[in-house]
């Protein structure tokens, strides 16, 4: 436990387990609670979840790895959410997956090295009016094009004030 | 505050009523997922403080209300009574229509939606020129009440039906209005509601339950979404009743994670519903207990399917297993269960408040009632829609969508999520519901309906489905997941310009092996999307093999991009719009296009106004 303590903060995971009733029913709720926690799994809460659950191991690790929305890699603090539903895709997004994967030079699914941009796939945002579509937390960036998209890149590493060049 | 029997729940209302007539006016913002990413939170919060500033807070109602349907005009503001819409407001504008519209009475015409511009179309709105065509029977509420409070549900005749139920009805009387009504499950199979709801009624057991799924996993779909996010009381409403009918005391609603909103707003209104004493012990005095919970899901489309959205429900991996047995019997934790969609619990108050009669009035003789669609993709107003079942393609792509942008030509739609399948224009005078969609090769799945033009290419849309379920299948059963490979590999050879002429043959044979031999219906529905196209757009596939070329300029390996002289005005749009410097000229003389710094990127295709690049 106490290599575990200096990772992450235990009594936050138990206080998530606490609140679902210990339930191995619950196991994706308190998944999807740690993730909101640290924007990832972070592989220490996942032993402790089996302990206290009294489940397998094996068995968190086959939820974790089966369900998209769970990741084991921390996002970036620009998490950015492109909208591959089927509207999208007709409107041409596949040009802006390109686009955005080859300006940060990762594929989607994953995050920058230096921690800032990480790239995901989503299938409808419920924004097919302004589609294609990118959503960056709450904001909503729509009626994207090539170029709009890179914009939106220079804009967000200007707020976060490095200069990657 | 708890409400302990009918006669209650009527004086509650009355009280209620009474309370909302001291307002004046009520100035509804829309909420929906649409207009939110349109930054209707800011309009919403114009409009507050405006109207505090001018002391009007205590007589002029301001409520913030789910998806309207309009979301391509989004951010949406509805002024009532009079009916009065302003379509994509700005913040900035809140001073002058709180000024003339909401203290002078007058109509500010430039905001308003076209059509609607004198008081008397503004006043007759309803139905009629917002929504042409539409019949709004599970959405009327839908932009009318404050989805955070119960109380206006209440006002609006909520919970009604659930007294009915429980106080003048049996629960078998129950099952025989659903059974009259004929009501087929929204979710996409179109299972007769009535039916399922018989057998898990006839089944004894201690414990039962009901379900509700809100996974809507198609992708380019939102309508169940905006029934929760907009109406959620509606849905917790139509579970309660559906519980007393089959016997059930335990509720879940299987709600997608990405559906933050929903989720939100379904669990104060769970909380709400609690309180005020229409779920838990003794609902409204009858004796009868009930209780819901909220699950999660956790971004898998496969979990959508019953006995998959079972066992996450379970905190399990959601796969999938074999039909045969059946989940009103053995279903969560083992016990008899019914689920339904979103939508399907929707429809239940209304008939069993007004009757079955009244709701087989509307829809076709198999496919009685409305259905939500949410009509995307290219076309020129994307919008939440609600029409009787029977109404035809055309209708719904050319009088409501308002046809396809650009003046470009209309080719296909898109129905039943990757489980359906293209239509093509030759078919839109098809009469949308269950059973013509499946006669006609594709599916009425949850309602998302995608419109294509000629800029879209059908091969393209094929694979892009095929990929989708590659990665959705749960790989548990082997038709489905090496076939669905499969299929992948041979349309990425027809898109690189690869194919051979064996290929569609091939697909076909896969698909009905697939369809055979599948699990569940994830893999028996996923050659789908492929053998609608090959049926309809077979010429499409035969140019891509055949000729190297991909007609509507989509595949990138079967492209190049050139300047058609004769069009181009030397505008110089497409030098500036270009990336890597491929488009280039002098101003005013034919530009063009080195192939071999270009790389494939659409942009001048999408800037140039003069038709004057070719691919
Ligand atoms: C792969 C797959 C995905 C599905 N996704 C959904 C979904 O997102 N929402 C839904 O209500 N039904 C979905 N269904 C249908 C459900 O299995 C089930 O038939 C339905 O929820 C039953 O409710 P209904 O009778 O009210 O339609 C899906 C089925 C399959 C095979
Ligand atoms: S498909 Fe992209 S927002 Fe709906």
């Not at chain 1, 926690?37 to 974790?64: F, K, Q, T």
Request: some cysteine; aromatic content about 6%; charged content about 25%.
């Amino acid at each position: 436990m106490a290599i575990l303590a200096n990772e992450i903060d235990i009594d936050l995971v138990d206080r998530i387990i606490d609140r679902s009733g210990s339930d191995p029913e619950a196991l994706i709720g308190i998944l999807q609670d740690i993730q909101t926690e640290w924007h990832y799994l972070p592989l220490p809460a996942l032993s402790h979840i089996a302990d206290r659950l009294g489940i397998p191991y094996n068995r968190v690790w086959a939820v974790v790895t089966f369900y998209e929305a769970f990741t084991l890699e921390p996002l970036g603090k620009y998490h950015i959410q492109i909208c591959t539903g089927t509207a999208c895709h007709v409107r041409g997004v596949a040009e802006i997956v390109r686009a955005l994967e080859d300006e940060l030079m990762i594929e989607t699914g994953h995050t920058t090295p230096d921690g800032e941009f990480s790239l995901e796939c989503a299938h409808c945002l419920g924004a097919c009016s302004m589609g294609p579509v990118i959503a960056v937390g709450d904001e909503f960036f729509g009626h994207l094009t090539r170029s709009k998209a890179l914009e939106i890149i220079e804009e967000l590493r200007k707020r976060s004030g490095v200069d990657l060049k | 505050m708890k409400i302990t029997s009918p006669a209650k729940l009527r004086d509650t209302r009355n009280d209620l009523s009474g309370r909302q007539a001291e307002f004046s006016l009520t100035v509804t913002v829309c909420g929906g997922t649409g207009c939110r990413s349109s930054k209707s939170l800011a309009v919403f919060n114009a409009f507050n403080k405006e109207l505090a500033k001018r002391g009007l807070s205590d007589s002029v109602r301001l409520i913030m209300s789910g998806c309207h349907g309009l979301c391509e005009k989004g951010p949406n503001v509805l002024i009532e009574p009079g009916s009065i819409y302003y379509c994509r407001v700005k913040p900035e504008w809140a001073n002058e229509i709180v000024e003339s519209t909401i203290q002078k009475g007058e109509l500010i015409e430039k905001y308003m939606l076209i059509g609607l511009k004198t008081k008397e179309s503004a006043g007759n709105q309803n139905g009629s020129q917002v929504h042409p065509y539409q019949v709004r029977e599970i959405l009327k509420n839908n932009g009318k009440i404050d989805p955070l409070d119960i109380g206006d549900y209440i006002t609006h005749g909520g919970y009604e039906s659930l007294s009915k139920a429980l106080f003048e009805l049996s629960p078998e009387n129950v099952i025989e209005e659903i059974k009259k009504s004929r009501l087929r499950g929204r979710g996409g199979g179109g299972f007769p509601t009535g039916r399922k709801w018989e057998s898990c009624r006839k089944i004894q057991a201690d414990s039962k339950w009901v379900i509700c799924n809100a996974d809507e996993g198609d992708p380019g779909a939102f309508m169940d979404r905006s029934v929760l996010e907009g109406n959620p009381h509606v849905v917790i409403e139509g579970m309660i009743i559906g519980a007393y009918a089959v016997g059930a005391h335990g509720g879940r609603v299987y709600v997608r994670n990405e559906y933050p909103l929903a989720v939100h707003n379904l669990t104060v209104a769970i909380e709400q519903a609690r309180k005020w004493g229409f779920i838990g012990e003794n609902i409204l005095g009858s004796g009868f207990n009930f209780d819901i919970r909220i699950n999660r899901g956790g971004g898998a489309f496969v979990c959508g399917e019953s006995t998959a959205l079972m066992a996450s429900l379970e905190g399990k991996p959601g796969e999938p297993r074999a039909k045969y047995i059946h989940t009103v019997e053995h279903g969560y934790r083992d016990e008899p269960t019914v689920l339904n969609n979103v939508e399907t619990w929707a429809n239940v108050p209304g008939i069993v408040l007004y009757g079955a009669d009244k709701f087989r009035e509307l829809g076709t003789e198999g496919s009685p009632g409305t259905k939500i669609f949410s009509l995307v993709g290219k076309i020129n107003n994307s919008r939440l829609v609600e029409i009787p079942m029977g109404t035809t393609l055309r209708r719904l792509v050319e009088d409501i969508g308002g046809g396809v942008p650009n003046k470009k030509k209309v080719k296909a739609v898109q129905t039943g999520g990757p489980s359906g399948g293209c239509l093509p224009e030759s078919l839109f005078d098809l009469q949308v519901d269950f059973d013509a969609l499946t006669e006609a090769g594709s599916m009425m799945g949850s309602g998302g309906i995608i419109v294509m033009d000629e800029d879209t290419c059908m091969v393209d849309v094929a694979h892009y489905f095929i990929k989708f379920l590659v990665s959705e299948s749960c790989g548990k059963c082997t038709p489905c997941r090496e076939g669905l490979k499969e299929m992948d590999r041979i349309l990425g050879k027809i898109t690189k310009g690869e194919g051979e002429s064996g290929d569609l043959n091939y697909l076909e044979e896969l698909g009905e092996w697939m369809k055979a031999g599948s699990l569940c219906a994830l893999g028996s529905s996923a050659p789908n999307p492929v053998l609608s196209t090959l049926n309809y757009f077979r010429d499409e596939y035969m140019m891509h093999i055949a000729d190297n070329k991909c007609p509507a300029g989509v595949c990138k390996n079967l492209i190049e991009y050139h300047v058609i002289e004769k069009n181009c005005t030397g505008c110089t749009l497409c030098a500036k719009v270009c990336p890597t410097g491929a488009a280039s000229g002098v101003t005013k003389q034919p530009h063009s296009i080195d192939t071999v710094l270009c790389i494939k990127c659409d942009e001048c295709y999408k800037a140039c106004k003069f038709e004057a690049i070719g691919k």
